[in-house]
């Protein structure tokens, strides 16, 4: 066994993003503005497959899980799921990313199957503009769900916003309003450009350092750097139980820090979200008598996992739509 993967650039991987499926019941402006696509021909993988690929991560001294899809909510196994990867011996964090459409009801099971972070996608406290932006009407449904999860304990709840031009100061007061009560962690992602996008990227970008700007401006502070954060940029206000994080792939260091590989719901290894390799890990998932093969197979591809993605070039590689990969 492997006690840690380390890339041609001596980043340690360690953060497994596995997506269980690639449908998606919302119509987002920004990644399924015409709603899911007419399904793939691949099923998802199987509740076992994923056991035997969390596993071989494990053994590669991958420590953190986060299931995404798709919406991963939309299995009717998900808890089962969670459950599974949790269970792996050496697994220590297994994280969720969902559109909270679902999450009221399941926040409690999740929790009991060893569910220790959450993230929920919420671009909007407006409930006009988040049905304008997500296509849905169910705000007051997600805002339950995010009270679910921190009723039934779990210890890391983040609500993700999309960064788009037109968010108002007022958007932002409701946002630092929810951080003021609740210990969640708003993080502000920047919009990527991808194939799909291009026109309503170039309307709608708006830069993380604007909003920095406005929230320091207003006491928050940048918070130093812990293991495990990842790419995110951290900000506190001694006021708030919440805190703020940045995603900012434009950034010039963005990439220094990436300590992820992805798995796509086919069970294809991606190196990075917007490079071109996608290694097939499917046909070594079968059995476990394929764990060796399996953990050989992910080691060696690590060799070329690239420096940095080229979004600054307007290149996003062969994603063509976040909602494929998880983001």
Not at 93 to 111: E, M
Not at 169 to 176: H, P, Q, Y
Not at 269 to 286: T, V, W
Request: hydrophobic fraction near 40%; glycine fraction near 10%.
């Amino acid at each position: 066994m492997t006690a840690g993967l380390t890339d041609a650039f001596g980043r340690k991987l360690e953060y497994l993003r596995l997506s269980v499926t690639d449908r998606c019941n919302f119509r987002c402006t920004y990644c399924l503005p015409n709603g899911c696509p007419s399904g793939s021909k691949d099923q998802p993988l199987s509740l076992d497959e994923i056991g035997r690929l969390a596993r071989a991560f494990a053994a590669l001294g991958f420590w953190k899980v986060r299931v995404t899809g798709g919406e991963p909510t939309l299995r009717r196994d998900i808890v089962e799921i969670i459950e599974r990867v949790a269970a792996t011996p050496g697994i220590t964090r297994v994280g969720l990313t969902t559109n909270g459409y679902r999450l009221a009801n399941l926040a409690g099971p999740l929790r009991r199957a060893g569910l220790s972070a959450l993230n929920v996608s919420i671009d909007s406290l407006d409930p006009t503009r988040f049905e304008q932006i997500t296509g849905h009407g169910k705000l007051t449904d997600v805002l339950a769900g995010i009270d679910a999860a921190v009723t039934a304990g779990i210890p890391t709840v983040k609500a993700n916003v999309v960064l788009l031009r037109g968010m108002s100061d007022g958007e932002l007061g409701r946002f630092i309003d929810l951080s003021r009560h609740l210990p969640v962690t708003v993080r502000f992602i920047e919009l990527m450009r991808t194939d799909d996008n291009v026109h309503y990227f170039a309307q709608s970008y708006l830069p993380a350092a604007e909003v920095i700007l406005k929230l320091a401006s207003l006491g928050w502070r940048k918070l130093p750097r812990q293991h495990g954060d990842g790419v995110a940029e951290l900000h506190r206000h001694p006021d708030h139980s919440g805190t703020f994080g940045f995603i900012a792939p434009y950034g010039k260091k963005f990439c220094g820090e990436c300590n992820r590989l992805r798995v796509s719901s086919n069970g294809s290894l991606k190196l990075c979200l917007f490079g071109d390799r996608s290694i097939p890990l499917r046909p070594l998932l079968a059995t476990d008598a394929q764990d060796h093969a399996l953990i050989q197979r992910i080691a060696s591809a690590v060799l070329a996992k690239p420096a940095a993605h080229r979004l600054d070039q307007g290149y996003s590689g062969s994603t063509t739509s976040l909602a494929t990969i998880g983001g």
